[in-house]
């Protein structure tokens, strides 16, 4: 167990719908991050939030949006959805967000888009 | 296109055999990072490595890091079925992580 949690563990949705993943990061964590993992695509860098401020930003399609709130949680909002949307997509938390800092990835979130 | 390239792609060995993992890149990375992920679960941290040339050693894996900070290898002694998973290396530049493809090792008992 990395402390990081995620929810829900599995979502399934319809083309077109709007979805919100959620995370919580370790206790004592400042920096969340989300990637998508994908069979055709592995795993890809979203985007990085550090105490509430967004920090880098990835391959992020403009359809999809998050935030990381002052209790630090965050959420990853994904709308106007397509088939190719179907992945798994991981919150990971890490003390300060440097490069050299260990990332602590919790259990994804497994989105199908029917 | 994958920044960083992984070699091979799926390896199957027997166990108590040695296995070798490449991870290379046209680009120069601040650290690179190996992990494990397992199904159904998110990747886990095996070992940062940050200067070039550094070679880490943990129990019966050890990890390499090229002197331009470019590539690197994992190389696992003496396998055992516990280590099958998924093999992920990922760089770090400018806070992001790119990972590779990653390598799915199997080892057969």
């Known amino acids: 167990d990395s402390g990081v949690t995620q929810t829900p563990k599995h979502l399934i949705t319809a083309t077109g719908q709007r979805v919100t993943l959620r995370c919580s990061p370790r206790?004592?964590?400042?920096?969340v991050y989300w990637y998508q993992q994908s069979l055709d695509q592995g795993l890809q860098f979203l985007i990085q939030y550090y105490n509430g401020e967004e920090r880098a930003k990835g391959n992020i399609l403009e359809r999809f949006s998050a935030q990381q709130f002052p209790d630090l949680h965050s959420e990853l909002n994904l709308s106007s959805l397509e088939l190719g949307d179907s992945a798994l997509y991981f919150c990971?938390?890490?003390?300060?967000?440097?490069?050299?800092?260990?990332?602590?990835f919790g259990p994804g979130t497994r989105l199908t888009v029917l | 296109t994958q920044l960083l390239e992984q070699s091979p792609q799926f390896l199957s060995i027997q166990e108590g055999e040695n296995l070798t993992v490449y991870c290379n890149s046209s680009?120069?990375?601040?650290?690179l990072q190996w992990y494990r992920q397992e199904p159904g679960e998110g990747p886990v941290l095996l070992v940062t490595v940050v200067t070039g040339g550094e070679v880490k050693k943990l129990k019966r894996l050890t990890f390499q890091f090229g002197d331009a900070r470019k590539d690197s290898s994992l190389h696992i002694t003496a396998a055992q079925p516990g280590d099958t998973g998924l093999y992920l290396c990922a760089g770090a530049r400018d806070y992001k992580l790119s990972f590779g493809a990653g390598t799915t090792v199997t080892v057969r008992a």
């Open positions: 680009s120069v990375f601040s650290s």
């Open positions: 206790s004592g964590d400042l920096s």
């Open positions: 990971a938390s890490s003390v300060e967000g440097q490069s050299t800092d260990t990332q602590y």
